[in-house]
Each structure stands twice: as structure tokens, then as C-alpha cells.
């Protein structure tokens, strides 16, 4: 009795990638059932939208400290080259 290995080897290859992609199909029409389900009894909230004119002015500290942090930013990157 011979038996033709790489003919049967084929074939469970076959039924594994073919079992694979039917479960990853399925995999996917479930997800995106659950999204639909999920999207109508829980649906997402717009977020609030806060006018402009709520907003504090730029003041002489705020624009100090957006400066310190930009001086630090710039020293680090610099000290970062200079080790490379």
C-alpha cells in the first residue's frame, strides 16, 4: 500500500487554511454585528463644544511658562545629539 505523502500533506494544508479562513469570515460578521448592537443601545455622545470666548487670554506668565517649556525641549534635544 503506498501512500502519497506530500498528496496528503497538501490536503490537510488545504482543510486547515480553508477551516482558518471560514472561521476568521465568521469571526467578523460577528464583530460587526456586535458593533451594530452595541451602537444602538449605547451610542456615543458628541462631544460638547466649548465657545472660543470661554477661553482666559494669553497672559505675560503663560507665554513665560510655553517659553521655559520650549528652552527645555530645545536643551534636551540637544544634549540628545551631542551623546549620539
Known sequence: MEIN???????????G??????????????????????????????????PASNNPPLTQTNTEEEAHHVAAIVAAVAEFRKQS
Open 17 to 50: 487554511m480553508a477551516i482558518v479562513l471560514v472561521f476568521l469570515l465568521i469571526m467578523v460578521e460577528i464583530m460587526k454585528l456586535q458593533a451594530k448592537i452595541i451602537n444602538k443601545y449605547f451610542p456615543e455622545k458628541a462631544p460638547k463644544i466649548v
Open 5 to 15: 505523502l506530500v498528496g496528503e500533506s497538501l490536503k490537510f494544508m488545504v482543510l
